[in-house]
């Protein structure tokens, strides 16, 4: 099986410069886990919920294609007399929620991760109270990729910046603490909270590499699997 999400976190890397200031990368990855979960099929209830179209993808845009999916990450059901909108080569509809029954939140952190960390897990508890917000139990769900590069070539408009291990770390050198801190400190707000270990230089041809995709496959599988149980269990 081809997951959709961790396809879409790879095109964010692969073939392409990464502008890490560009917010929508993390809403164009994870609005890819909800087509996962109805491909994988593992809840009766939350597939006849998506063939329905009683439950969608939170969104208000009315225009049709990808960038017009992109919302705030939550899923759950529409409000009332609304009628879902659907796009082509896109299983789940989208539309506005009376309900959130599925969050998600996708951090990338390519380089300076130390420098972002505070930020990045302030954010991300920011995320999961939102989506418990309107009260009932959503489950909530944290992606975070964490690159392990040797070296790193980073863009603020003009400008380059290459790490040389001193004064701008090499993504290797802070991915452990990285990944050490974000367990410890923005675990506990999330049902599920997996982290994508990758390697991307950000120098042209612009190349991207699982650490392992065996594991990253197996531990993303294996959360799919989890959230649908926990899906048929709580709604």
Do not use: C
């Not at 309900?99 to 420098?115: D, S």
């Amino acid at each position: 099986m081809t997951y959709q999400l961790l396809e879409a976190f790879r095109s964010v890397f692969e073939g392409r410069r990464y502008l890490h200031r560009v917010s929508t990368h993390g809403d164009a990855v994870a609005m890819r886990l909800y087509e996962d979960l109805r491909a994988l099929d593992r809840s009766r209830r939350l597939t006849d919920r998506i063939d329905g179209g009683l439950a969608v993808l939170n969104t208000q845009n009315r225009r049709h294609g990808v960038k017009a999916r992109r919302g705030d990450g939550s899923f759950g059901e529409i409000v009332p007399n609304v009628t879902p909108i659907g796009d082509e080569g896109f299983a789940v509809q989208r539309g506005p929620i009376a309900t959130i029954e599925i969050g998600i939140e996708v951090k990338i952190l390519a380089k300076a991760m130390i420098k972002q960390i505070d930020r990045v897990i302030n954010d991300l508890h920011k995320q999961a109270q939102h989506f418990r917000s309107r009260g009932g139990t959503p489950i909530t769900i944290a992606i975070v990729g964490i690159n392990h590069a040797n070296h790193y070539l980073s863009f603020e408009g003009e400008r380059e910046f290459l790490t040389d291990g001193k004064k701008y770390k090499h993504p290797i050198q802070e991915a452990l603490e990285a990944k050490r801190r974000l367990q410890s400190l923005a675990a506990a707000s999330f049902d599920e909270f997996l982290i994508l270990p990758f390697i991307a230089t950000n120098e042209p041809a612009y190349a991207f590499k699982w650490v392992d995709e065996n594991a990253v496959r197996m531990d993303y599988g294996a959360a799919l699997a989890r959230m649908s149980a926990q899906y048929e269990r709580r709604f």
